[in-house]
């Protein structure tokens, strides 16, 4: 009998859910049009579904529908923030902060503004993968003019104090964008309370769908496109609207809105079981990350002794990943594991579970089974492995 198969790789895709899917239908199947269509039907109503998800993220993040712009995903809202600034704020200097721990999204894209000669500070970050408020501080120049920095790190979960970033660039006056990606829907996030002035989101994170992201630009924030094109989203992206996209974006964050403290409850408890069980069935489990300041649904662990591939080789029936999606691909070693200094013979040993809504308690249950009895596996047809890891 095929084994059932389990979903715990939320970090990089969720499932879109149900309500999603169904609401998108209706936006490819009848109501087609192109909300850049003034003068008829079909081009209202796509601009009426657009208005409407702008307003129920603007709501959601405590913004106004005007700052927000829609794009095609995280990468492009990034890319914008990053190219956007540096120009249209050249006449103040060319200085941007950022962390080693932030995704390639932003880490690429500051690498290829390095080199059009702007400077980039990567901050180092703690054993938990967090930024010293007091090291960005100091790291703050007259030439600085933007601070870019995770909220929710998509490798192992943990949660940066923006808040306290955010307020420190206000008072410094220098702009504060945050890649607010795994954090939109799972936990807290409000632009005015935590100084943001800049954020990017994806829509596929929450149980939206692929290729819809979004980008909140506080009001007066002066900001250069990356498309040049027919004008839309008030000349700040050009390109004819998602609309199937938007709207669906938008059902997640309605439904991420009607759920998000009980599910976060929910998850956390399933997550903190799979942890636990795991860790008192097994030796040699560490976790990485923050204990409490984290993800809801993030577990990244590493085993000394097992390698991650053989773990992936063994298992088929669950998907979780040995690092982030864009990454292991490419087969490198996390530069997020290595930002927080994790020994050396623990990098290709660290894996990440991501739980959604959507998982449920016989799933954890089947995981640490299956994990149990495999990581002991391992481990007897290779004991040089746990001597040399
Ligand atoms: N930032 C973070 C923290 C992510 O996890 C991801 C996706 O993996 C991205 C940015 C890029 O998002 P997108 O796939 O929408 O470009």
Not at 217 to 242: A, C, D, H, M, Y
């Amino acid at each position: 009998m095929a084994l059932k198969r389990i979903y715990l790789d939320n970090n990089a895709t969720t499932q879109p859910a149900p309500e999603v899917v169904e609401a998108m239908l209706l936006y490819l199947y009848e109501k087609f049009g192109n909300p850049s269509s003034k003068s008829h039907y079909f081009g209202w109503e796509a601009e009426s579904a657009v208005e409407n998800s702008r307003t129920i993220l603007a709501n959601f993040i405590n913004a106004d529908k005007k700052e927000i712009v829609f794009t095609s995903c995280a990468t492009e809202s990034i890319n914008t923030v990053h190219n956007g600034i540096s120009e249209s704020y050249s006449f103040k200097g060319n200085h941007i902060i950022s962390s080693q721990v932030d995704h390639h999204a932003s880490l690429d894209s500051l690498a290829n503004l390095e080199n059009k000669g702007i400077e980039v500070t990567y901050l180092p970050v703690d054993r938990y993968g967090l930024v010293d408020s007091y090291e960005l501080e100091k790291a703050i120049k007259p030439n600085t003019i933007l601070v870019s920095i995770i909220y929710a790190n998509n490798e192992i979960g943990s949660l940066n104090n923006i808040k306290e970033i955010g307020q420190i660039c206000r008072n410094r006056n220098v702009l504060f964008h945050t890649d607010a990606v795994q954090a939109l829907g799972k936990i807290k996030f409000d632009v005015q309370e935590q100084f943001v002035d800049l954020a990017s989101f994806s829509g596929h994170k929450l149980h939206g769908p692929k290729g819809v992201g979004a980008l909140y630009i506080k009001n007066k924030v002066k900001l250069k496109p990356l498309l040049f094109g027919g004008g839309q989203e008030n000349n700040l992206r050009s390109g004819t609207l998602n609309v199937p996209g938007i709207v669906g974006f938008g059902k997640a964050v309605e439904l991420a809105n009607n759920n998000m403290d009980e599910d976060a409850k929910r998850i956390s408890f399933l997550r903190d079981l799979l942890y636990l069980e795991l860790k008192n069935q097994i030796e040699g489990i560490t976790l990485n990350g923050h204990p409490e300041n984290r993800l809801p649904g993030n577990l990244n662990i590493s085993i000394d002794g097992v390698k991650a591939d053989n773990l992936i080789a063994e298992i088929k029936n669950i998907a979780f990943s040995t690092s982030s999606a864009c990454t292991s691909s490419k087969a490198k070693v996390s530069h997020v594991l290595k930002a927080i200094k994790l020994e050396e013979n623990l990098l290709s040993s660290t894996i990440r579970f991501g739980l959604s809504r959507y998982t449920t308690k016989e799933e954890i249950l089947e995981t640490i089974k299956i994990f149990s009895e495999k990581i002991q596996y391992l481990r007897s047809i290779s004991p040089l492995t746990l001597i040399n890891g």
